[in-house]
């Protein structure tokens, strides 16, 4: 129906025989949509420069949508704003407000953030693609209920997503650069640097990460880590979660492409030769290091009493050193599979971990996985995967029992990470690179510690990864897209702000990239996307559009070469 025309003001309440606006709830929008139907306007007085309609005690109708009833109001007070000229009005057939069309006021509605709302598109939440759309005001996902009810306010603007997926942000705990820019130089201005990956990782779907340094000299510590300090994210970047130091407390025999020369043990004050070695620990999120190390447990809870995320990796730890391991605190493991004992029947090594009975309540196991088709066989991938599919360790006896050790058993957090472990190299060609101290070599798709048969970190973006596992996988589009948002969030004790679109999570609108259409980001981002739980189209990701009709971020090479040719030749699908 038609809202009131506009016609000159009138003052004070309706005439005693003026019939009032009956109110209509609708879930058009996934949530609650106002409709105002025209009835009997004659008793308001003169057209209306804004016509007021106030509606008292409990002759407010119930209806009954997808957000279900809504109850009586006791008071409500709705007033139309005078549309511009050719402004859009409330149409019966899409049921959406317009931009210049009906705002609802509370006391101080006129001072607060502009109010966004994103329709027409499935949004990721509480592990289901669902229909409904997404608000968002100042840097945060709202209750479009507390909206209406509590500050009787609807969108300042729209934005019609065409039936895509809007996702969280991706998280990166493992990124070691990219982009020519390498975390592990000790350079004059190591943010430059750190700015630029986090600009350019925003075109990959990437929102958070954790800058990584590998093994280095302790003069290259002290003077890296204080230049990476926590910084939250934006348009003009993905956010900075604090650093990953992976090495220098590693294994010799499983170092992979970290420099010999600069490994360290623990010496016979362990947390005090940490700190020589690291300098300061406050940017620093996660430590990866060998849990079969002298004196290592004793680091192990240090670092977590500091909160700080210690990971299993670079090791030859048998399954009992690792179960001491967690223990005393370790949560992650660093690439699984990688760099590290394989699986023996007898004894599964950190491996184990994933399905192992001797943990303590409470305790339980994030493991990082490289699917970027080089790292790890997709029968390992599905392994990994069918551990724990849903990102949850299923409650048994005196594990992951509700608060107070009481009631039913209930499943806890845990489950698998996707990471990059991205070098330097990535979105560059062919040739000699740098990582750390370390040459690295680029021929196609696989970088190698130089003259070599050593792998070393991934050329892969983390939407690449993602597409790779969920084709080798055969797993939900939602499993996969968690596994590089919620479940690195829930590893960093993040998960009610970031890898969520639940209300009240952090929300930041990322770049417009260029192509047909623009993909939206809140706190993730946007795309075409199959049917839940379907496998992509061809060279799509699920919430993505193929690689061909993007153009890089603002900023960032348009349309990598280096990662189309990783996306056509391992990220593709033949669809269903």
């Not at 509370?106 to 109010?115: D, I």
């Not at 939250?232 to 992979?256: C, D, M, N, Q």
Request: with cysteine; glycine share 16%.
């Amino acid at each position: 129906m038609e809202p009131p025309s506009c016609r000159p003001a009138a003052r004070g309440p309706p005439g005693p025989g003026a019939e009032l606006c009956p109110i209509k709830f609708s879930d058009v929008t996934g949530r609650l949509c106002v409709w105002l139907a025209r009835r009997d306007w004659g008793g308001v007085g003169p057209p209306a420069k804004r016509a007021a309609a106030s509606l008292r005690g409990r002759r407010a109708r119930r209806s009954r949508g997808r957000a279900g009833h809504v109850g009586a109001l006791r008071q409500l007070r709705v007033t139309w704003a005078r549309p511009r000229c050719g402004a859009g009005t409330l149409g019966a057939g899409s049921g959406a407000f317009r931009s210049a069309g009906l705002r609802m006021r509370g006391g101080q509605g006129a001072a607060r953030a502009p109010v966004l709302q994103f329709t027409n598109c499935r949004i990721l939440r509480g592990g289901a693609l669902l229909r409904e759309d997404l608000w968002v005001r100042g840097g945060r996902v709202l209750d479009p209920e507390k909206l209406f009810f509590e500050e009787r306010r609807v969108a300042d603007e729209q934005r019609d997503c065409g039936g895509c997926i809007l996702a969280p942000g991706f998280i990166d705990v493992q990124i070691n650069g990219g982009f020519g820019v390498d975390f592990s130089q000790a350079t004059e201005d190591v943010g430059s640097g750190v700015a630029l990956v986090a600009r350019r990782i925003l075109s990959h779907g990437v929102t958070s990460f954790c800058p990584t340094l590998v093994t280095s000299p302790p003069e290259v510590y002290h003077k890296v880590l204080p230049q990476i300090p926590v910084k939250s994210g934006g348009p003009h970047g993905a956010g900075v979660l604090g650093v990953h130091l992976e090495g220098p407390f590693i294994s010799r025999e499983k170092r992979g492409a970290h420099p010999e020369a600069h490994l360290r043990s623990f010496e016979a004050n362990a947390f005090q030769d940490v700190l020589a070695t690291y300098g300061s620990l406050d940017n620093v999120r996660i430590v990866t290091l060998a849990p079969e190390l002298g004196r290592s447990h004793e680091v192990i809870r240090a670092l977590t009493a500091l909160g700080i995320c210690v990971s299993l990796g670079h090791s030859v730890a048998d399954l009992g050193t690792a179960e001491e391991a967690v223990q005393s605190g370790a949560t992650f493991i660093t690439h699984l599979f990688n760099a590290m004992l394989p699986f023996h029947h007898r004894d599964p090594g950190i491996v184990g971990l994933l399905t192992s009975d001797q943990l303590p309540p409470g305790r339980h196991i994030f493991y990082g996985l490289i699917a970027d088709g080089m790292h790890t066989n997709p029968a390992a991938l599905r392994i990994a995967h069918r551990a724990h599919p849903k990102g949850e360790w299923p409650g048994r006896a005196g594990v992951g029992r509700s608060a107070g050790g009481t009631g039913p058993e209930v499943p806890s957090p845990a489950g698998l990470v996707l990471v990059t472990d991205a070098v330097p190299a990535l979105g560059l060609g062919n040739g000699r690179h740098t990582l750390g101290q370390q040459e690295v070599e680029v021929n196609g798709l696989t970088a190698y510690v130089a003259g070599t048969k050593t792998l070393s970190g991934s050329i892969a973006p983390m939407d690449a990864c993602v597409r790779h596992f969920l084709r080798a996988t055969g797993c939900g589009v939602e499993s996969a897209l968690e596994a590089a948002s919620l479940h690195p969030a829930r590893l960093l004790g993040l998960e009610k702000h970031k890898g969520t679109l639940d209300f009240g999570a952090d929300a930041g609108q990322g770049p417009r990239r260029g192509g047909s259409r623009s993909s939206w980001e809140a706190q993730g981002r946007a795309g075409d996307g199959g049917r839940a739980g379907s496998p992509p189209t061809q060279g799509s990701l699920p919430g993505q559009r193929p690689w061909s009709g993007q153009a890089g971020a603002a900023g960032s090479p348009a349309g990598c070469h280096r990662c189309q040719e990783w996306s056509r030749l391992h990220a593709t699908c033949d669809g269903p």
